[in-house]
C-alpha cells in the first residue's frame, strides 16, 4: 500500500521565522510529488516535483525533492500570518498502466504568530 | 479560467438519508476525481473517471457510495444510506488527462451526519 508520511503533524512559530516541513514516501511507480497549502476550503497548489524537476521556488517557498531518500522538505523563508495553513503533500502514482492518482498524508498544520 | 466547481458547499443530513454532491471541472479537463477528506487527515480518492468512464474506484464503499459522470464531464456523487462516519469534506478534482499533469481542486462540499 502507497505511504506517505508528514512531519512535524504541527507547528507553532512566530512571524519572520523559517520553517522546514517534511515529506516521505513509499509508493510504486512514483510519477510526482506535489505541495498543497489548504486553508478553510479546497487545497491550492503549490509546487510539482518530478525527476526532471527537484527543485522548484517561488518567492519565500521552495522546496526540494530526495529521490535517493525518497523524501522532499517545503521550506518556508520570513512567515507571515497569512503562511498560517494546512500544508498537504501528495505523491502522484501510476496505477494500472497510464492511470495517475495523487496519495496524502495527513498534512502539516502550520500557525505564524505575530 | 474558472475553477472546478461543487455544490452544494454545506450539507447537514440525519444518518440514514441520502445526500448527492455535483461537479463541474475545468473545462477541458479530461480525467476528474472525487475524494473524502476526514477532519485531521488527508483526502483519500475515493473514484476517479477518464472521461466518462471509471479507472479507479477501489476504495469506493460501493454498498452506500455511487458516483457518475454521464457525458463525460459534470459528476454526482451520491451517499445512500448515510453514517455517522461519513461526515468529510468531499473534495473533487480536475486534471488535464491521467499522465500526471497538476490536479485542481475545488472548493469542497462539507457533509455533517447526525
Known amino acids: 500500500e502507497d505511504k506517505v508520511v508528514q512531519s512535524p503533524l504541527s507547528l507553532v512559530v512566530h512571524e519572520g521565522d523559517t520553517v522546514t516541513l517534511n515529506c516521505s514516501y513509499e509508493?510504486?511507480?512514483?510519477?510526482?510529488l506535489l505541495w498543497y497549502k489548504q486553508e478553510k476550503k479546497a487545497p491550492t497548489f503549490l509546487f510539482m516535483l518530478?525527476?526532471?524537476?527537484i527543485e522548484k521556488k517561488s518567492g519565500r517557498l521552495s522546496s526540494i525533492l530526495d529521490k535517493k531518500e525518497l523524501s522532499s522538505i517545503l521550506n518556508i523563508t520570513a512567515t507571515q500570518t497569512g503562511d498560517s495553513a494546512i500544508y498537504l503533500c501528495?505523491?502522484?502514482?501510476?496505477?494500472?498502466?497510464?492511470?495517475?492518482?495523487?496519495?496524502f498524508g495527513k498534512g502539516t498544520l502550520l500557525t505564524v504568530n505575530p | 479560467e474558472a475553477g472546478v466547481a461543487q455544490s452544494p458547499r454545506y450539507k447537514i443530513i440525519e444518518k440514514r438519508q441520502s445526500v448527492a454532491f455535483w461537479c463541474n471541472p475545468i473545462?477541458?479537463?479530461?480525467?476528474l476525481y472525487w475524494y473524502q477528506q476526514i477532519l485531521g487527515q488527508g483526502p483519500k480518492l475515493l473514484i476517479q473517471?477518464?472521461?466518462?468512464?471509471?479507472?479507479?474506484d477501489s476504495q469506493l464503499p460501493k454498498d452506500r457510495f455511487s458516483a457518475e459522470r454521464l457525458k463525460g464531464v459534470d459528476s454526482t456523487l451520491k451517499i445512500q444510506p448515510a453514517k455517522l462516519e461519513d461526515s468529510a469534506v468531499y473534495l473533487c478534482?480536475?486534471?488535464?488527462?491521467?499522465?500526471?499533469?497538476?490536479?485542481?481542486f475545488g472548493e469542497g462540499s462539507w457533509l455533517t451526519v447526525v
Open positions: 478534482a480536475s486534471s488535464l488527462m491521467a499522465s500526471g499533469n497538476t490536479i485542481y
Open positions: 509508493v510504486t511507480n512514483f510519477r510526482s
Open positions: 518530478t525527476s526532471s524537476g
Open positions: 501528495a505523491v502522484g502514482v501510476y496505477s494500472g498502466g497510464s492511470n495517475y492518482k495523487l496519495t
Open positions: 473545462s477541458g479537463h479530461a480525467t
Open positions: 473517471f477518464q472521461n466518462n468512464g471509471v479507472v479507479d
